[in-house]
Structures are given as C-alpha cells and as structure tokens.
C-alpha cells in the first residue's frame, strides 16, 4: 500500500467514523475530509474544482430550483389534497392509493416535501378511519423511498452513482432505464407492506416512542436538509402551477429523448423559471439547499481518493479471491447486501460514492459488464429502512409519529431482505452481466 492510498484510508476512516457519531453535521464532515486531502496532495485542486462543478451537483441544484417553483405555487399541495378527497370515499384502502399516490410522485420530485406535506393528511385520515397512524407512516415514508428510485432524477443518489459510474469509465443511463428494476422492487416491497408490514406496526401501535429515540430523532444531523422549507401550505396558483409543471415536463423530455444530458436541460428549466417570472432569484437561492450541494461535493472528492490512488483496486483485489469462485450473480448478492447494510449507518451520498468505483471495479475483476452491479448500488443505496435515520424521510415521520426505534427494525428488517432478493434477483434480468 502507497503513502497516499494509506493517507486516504485514513481520512475515509476518519470521515465514516464521523458520520457515524452524528455530533457534526455531515456537510461539515465531508468538507473537512474534502480539504485534508487537497492539503495533503492527495487530491489535486482542478479534482476537486471537477468535484463541485459535476453534472450530478450542477442537475440536482437545478431539480431543487424547478421543484422549489412548483412547491411555492401549491401544486403538489393540491394534488396531495385532490388525491385524499378522490379515495376517502374507499376507506382505508383508499388512504393506501394516496400514498401509492405520492410514492409515483417521488420519481420526478425529491421525497421530502412529498412526506412533509402529506404525513400530517395521512394521519388525520387515519385517525378519522379509527386507525393509528402508526399503521401508516412508515409504509408512507417508505413508498417515496422506493419511488425516488425508479427513475435517474428521483433522487439524489441515483444521480451521484450515475456521475461516480462515468467518473470509471462507464456510460451514463438514461432517465427511465432504471425504471423496470425499480418497478418490480417496489412492488414488492409495497405487497408486503399493503399485507404484512401495516398489520405489523398495527399490532405495536399502542406502544409509547423511547424519549431517548426522539431525542435522538430531533438532533438528526446526519441527513441535512431544512424539510421546513417546504412545510408550508400554499394556495394553488393556476399559471405559477401550469409554467413550473409544463418547464419540468419539458425537462424530462428533453432528457429522456437524448436532446441534451440532464444537466443542461435542467439548469436551463431553472434559468428560464427565472426569466419568466414563476420564480424570482431570492427564491431560486433558498430553494438550492445548499447543505445537501456541499455535502455530496465533498463526498464525490473523498470518493475520488478511493478511485485516485489506487485504493478501490486494491480492495477489490484483495476481495477477489473470496468472491470469484461465487461467479457474478453472487458477488452481486453480496454487493447488494453489503451496501443495504453501510446504507443503514452512513448517508446516501457517502454509500454512492465510496461503493460505487468498488462495483465498477469488482464487475472489471469478474469480466462481466458492470451495469448490473451499478444498479445494485442505486437500488441498494436508497433501501434505508431497517433505522429511522437511514433516510430524511424516515426521520420525519419518526417524529409525526411517535415511533420507537423497534418499529421501524421490526418492519425495516424484513423489507430489507425483500428488497435484496428481489433485487438481486431482478437486476441481472434486466442488466445482463
């Protein structure tokens, strides 16, 4: 092992072990890990310039602009609402139709104003139901999980394992080529929680949340993000609405049709939001959450030192002599495992860009084409929900809730392994190595 790769082994372990802690703020932590490697001439300034101007960060502060504009003129508060009263009149079957309703949301716009502005609907239909709200939150949350995971721009962790995948070498994907995959994992894991995982938390819902658990919950610092910002309700604004939406819609058509990569068509959707007056530059700025920006910047700079000095060849030579005799379907079965189980205890962020050089590399070792093994990582990176601070959305309605940390192990646990045998399952299928 060279100084350097010893150097940024180091720093990572540094920077995972403080994420772990959760006492600093994560943007804090990758910032830091960020600047010690540049000190240290492990990362050279124009990586790091490369790291903050990436096509992930450049598209997600534009998808964050464009969805900040539809969230100011009510649009997605009016389709939440126009969803509740269309199934109130179907019971509770109907309450599980407006949240299926807001996981297909999920795909094009970020989960936690979704969450935010539908936990407290979901919750007084479920008390006017004479259902506990318990029964109903965490499948919630979940379900925008899983949606934000169908398609490339439905979360910020697709994009990043996409902008890290071409960083090795590998072509990009395409907004809906994930879909399929996600699809099929979703549907899944919403069965079971249509049939089992509701029972189950309706089983515990008389039992009181840990005071130490929601203390914990409201420290939250691990997963930035001001969910306040979108809490708001807003009146519907009919042309504010119809310009945002029909900007975003051309947007993903632009990108999906193969007119120009999603990064430019979606800063020049925000740009031209802008011009058009649908949302003014003050607006814009607070809309770019820049926690969230900073955070995945100097994760990508820390993930760089991985792919840089060697290391994630290094580690996954050293891998190769216990996973090979498995053959590609069970070294994907054991990536997918191993990144459901970093995804529990680190950011999204930091699992997409320290695991996916490791997938592109392992898929190299093993002669096989390294999509599938990429998709594993996408998949597996956004199934955080065995805690409830694997993800923002976990931590919001463990609050709204009332959860105990048990609720979502007891509920978590058993979606998780749905989720990775499907997955791995899945995946080949539709990637074939």
């Given at each position: 092992m060279t100084f350097d790769q010893l150097l940024a082994l180091v720093i990572l372990a540094a920077v995972v072990a403080a994420l772990i802690h959760g006492k600093v703020r994560a943007d804090v932590v990758a910032l830091t890990g960020a600047a010690a490697l540049l000190a240290t001439g492990v990362i050279r300034p124009v990586e790091v310039q490369g790291a903050f101007a990436s096509p992930a960060?450049?598209?997600?502060?534009?998808?964050?602009?464009?969805?900040?504009?539809?969230?100011?003129?009510?649009?997605?508060?009016?389709?939440?609402?126009?969803?509740?009263?269309?199934?109130?009149?179907?019971?509770?079957?109907?309450l599980w139709l407006a949240m299926g309703l807001c996981g297909a949301g999920s795909a094009f716009l970020n989960n936690t104003p979704i969450v935010v502005l539908a936990a407290p609907v979901v919750r007084d239909m479920a008390q006017s139901l004479g259902h506990s709200p318990k029964r109903y939150?965490?499948?919630?949350?979940?379900?925008?999980?899983?949606?934000?995971?169908?398609?490339?721009?439905?979360?910020?962790?697709?994009l990043l394992v996409n902008d890290m995948a071409r960083n090795a070498g590998q072509p990009g994907f395409g907004i809906f080529e994930i879909t399929p995959v996600?699809?099929?994992?979703?549907?899944?894991?919403?069965?079971?929680?249509?049939?089992?995982?509701?029972?189950?938390?309706?089983?515990h819902a008389g039992d009181e949340s840990d005071d130490a658990d929601q203390d914990q919950a409201?420290?939250?610092?691990?997963?930035?993000?001001?969910?306040?910002?979108?809490?708001?309700?807003?009146?519907?604004?009919?042309?504010?609405?119809?310009?945002?939406?029909?900007?975003?819609?051309?947007?993903?058509?632009?990108?999906?049709?193969?007119?120009?990569?999603?990064?430019?068509?979606a800063f020049a959707g925000a740009v031209l939001l802008v011009l058009l007056g649908t949302i003014?530059?003050?607006?814009?700025?607070?809309?770019?959450?820049?926690?969230?920006?900073?955070?995945?910047?100097?994760?990508?700079?820390?993930?760089?030192?991985?792919?840089?000095?060697g290391l994630a060849s290094t580690v996954t030579g050293g891998l190769i002599g216990l996973i090979q005799p498995l053959g590609p379907w069970g070294a994907l079965f054991l990536l997918y495992g191993f990144v459901l189980l970093c995804t529990e205890v680190l950011s999204n962020a930091a699992v997409a860009v320290l695991l996916t050089p490791l997938a592109v590399a392992l898929a190299d070792s093993l002669g096989v084409d390294a999509r599938p093994f990429i998709v594993a990582v996408m998949m597996a990176a956004s199934a955080a929900f065995a805690t409830p601070f694997g993800y923002q959305t976990n931590v919001l309605v463990f609050q709204i809730g009332r959860y105990s940390y048990?609720?979502?192990?007891?509920?978590?646990?058993?979606?998780?392994?749905?989720t990775w045998v499907v997955g791995g399952l899945v995946i080949p299928l539709v990637f074939p190595f």
């Amino acid at each position: 092992m060279t100084f350097d790769q010893l150097l940024a082994l180091v720093i990572l372990a540094a920077v995972v072990a403080a994420l772990i802690h959760g006492k600093v703020r994560a943007d804090v932590v990758a910032l830091t890990g960020a600047a010690a490697l540049l000190a240290t001439g492990v990362i050279r300034p124009v990586e790091v310039q490369g790291a903050f101007a990436s096509p992930a960060i450049i598209t997600l502060a534009s998808l964050f602009v464009i969805a900040y504009a539809i969230e100011l003129s009510g649009l997605l508060d009016w389709v939440i609402q126009r969803g509740v009263i269309l199934c109130r009149r179907i019971g509770a079957l109907g309450l599980w139709l407006a949240m299926g309703l807001c996981g297909a949301g999920s795909a094009f716009l970020n989960n936690t104003p979704i969450v935010v502005l539908a936990a407290p609907v979901v919750r007084d239909m479920a008390q006017s139901l004479g259902h506990s709200p318990k029964r109903y939150l965490i499948p919630l949350s979940y379900l925008t999980i899983m949606g934000g995971a169908c398609t490339l721009i439905g979360t910020s962790t697709n994009l990043l394992v996409n902008d890290m995948a071409r960083n090795a070498g590998q072509p990009g994907f395409g907004i809906f080529e994930i879909t399929p995959v996600a699809l099929v994992i979703g549907a899944a894991g919403a069965a079971y929680l249509f049939l089992l995982g509701g029972r189950t938390l309706a089983k515990h819902a008389g039992d009181e949340s840990d005071d130490a658990d929601q203390d914990q919950a409201d420290s939250g610092v691990v997963y930035v993000g001001d969910s306040e910002l979108f809490a708001k309700h807003r009146p519907l604004d009919l042309t504010r609405a119809l310009v945002s939406a029909g900007v975003f819609v051309g947007v993903v058509i632009v990108a999906a049709m193969g007119w120009a990569p999603i990064a430019a068509s979606a800063f020049a959707g925000a740009v031209l939001l802008v011009l058009l007056g649908t949302i003014n530059a003050d607006e814009a700025y607070r809309g770019l959450r820049p926690e969230v920006l900073l955070l995945i910047a100097g994760m990508v700079v820390v993930g760089l030192s991985f792919e840089v000095t060697g290391l994630a060849s290094t580690v996954t030579g050293g891998l190769i002599g216990l996973i090979q005799p498995l053959g590609p379907w069970g070294a994907l079965f054991l990536l997918y495992g191993f990144v459901l189980l970093c995804t529990e205890v680190l950011s999204n962020a930091a699992v997409a860009v320290l695991l996916t050089p490791l997938a592109v590399a392992l898929a190299d070792s093993l002669g096989v084409d390294a999509r599938p093994f990429i998709v594993a990582v996408m998949m597996a990176a956004s199934a955080a929900f065995a805690t409830p601070f694997g993800y923002q959305t976990n931590v919001l309605v463990f609050q709204i809730g009332r959860y105990s940390y048990m609720d979502f192990v007891r509920v978590g646990l058993p979606m998780n392994l749905i989720t990775w045998v499907v997955g791995g399952l899945v995946i080949p299928l539709v990637f074939p190595f």
